[in-house]
Structure formats: C-alpha cells, structure tokens
C-alpha cells in the first residue's frame, strides 16, 4: 500500500494514498481485536460482553481493566460465568497479566461497597 498508514482509535483505520489523493475506511473491529484476545474471549458473545464493559469504562481498548484489583476479579467472574468459562481465574490472569485473581474476588465478596459495583454491573453485562 502507498502513502500512510492511520490509526484511528473508534475501531475504524484509515488509509490516505498521498499520490492519488484517496482515502479509504475499513471496519477492522473483529479481526484486529479479536485476535489479541485468548480464545475463550475471541467470539461474538465475549466481545458484546468486553465492549459493554469498555463502554461503561471498566476496560480499556485491548480490553485490559481500568478498575481495581477486587472490581477486575468480579467483573472477570461475571464474564467468565456468562460465558460459561471453566477456568476463568488462568484465563483472565493470563489475558490481563495479574496473579491472584481469586483472593481479589474473595476480598471483594467480603466487601460491602462491591455489592453496588455488582449489581450495576449484573444490569450492563448481559447476553
């Protein structure tokens, strides 16, 4: 491809051919992100459920979290439950670079204020 190459971050890229003067858009949403994803996330109903959550702003563009340690672990929980994910606590370590995610879930069961967090999530991050 000639000319240059731009990243446009609203999951569309951009391509400028400087010699002729065009400008083509592609969607490259599922072939891009799905591809830096584990298996288990890389399918149509992870992706409404990690672009629901990207969304409200408890994860990032690669769909790493935003959110603390103990909300990380309930929202990987939640997902992993939905999408019935047998080893969700290797999966999402892997896939977000943590240890110990289950000891943060368990600090966040025995934690009050997470009951909130829970219950907005249970309403946002539905199939």
């Not at 000639?2 to 731009?6: N, V």
């Not at 999408?83 to 670079?97: A, D, M, N, P, T």
């Given at each position: 491809m ?5 990243d ?52 990032d ?21 939905l ?15 943590r ?9 966040a069961?025995?934690q ?16």
């Open positions: 000639q000319g240059s190459y731009i446009v971050h609203d999951n569309e890229n951009v391509y400028l051919n400087v010699d002729k003067a065009e400008v083509n858009v592609e969607d490259k949403t599922s072939d891009e992100e799905t591809s830096l994803l584990p298996e288990e996330l890389a399918t149509k109903q992870a992706t409404k459920l990690l672009d629901a959550a990207r969304k409200e702003g408890w994860l563009e690669q769909y790493h979290p935003l959110l603390s340690r103990a909300k990380s672990a309930v929202l990987a929980d939640h997902i992993a439950e999408l019935g994910i047998h080893q969700k606590w290797k999966v999402f370590e892997s896939f977000w670079r240890n110990n995610m289950r000891g943060d879930y368990n600090d069961l025995n009050k204020q997470y009951s909130k967090f829970y219950e907005k999530m249970n309403k946002i991050i539905c199939l």
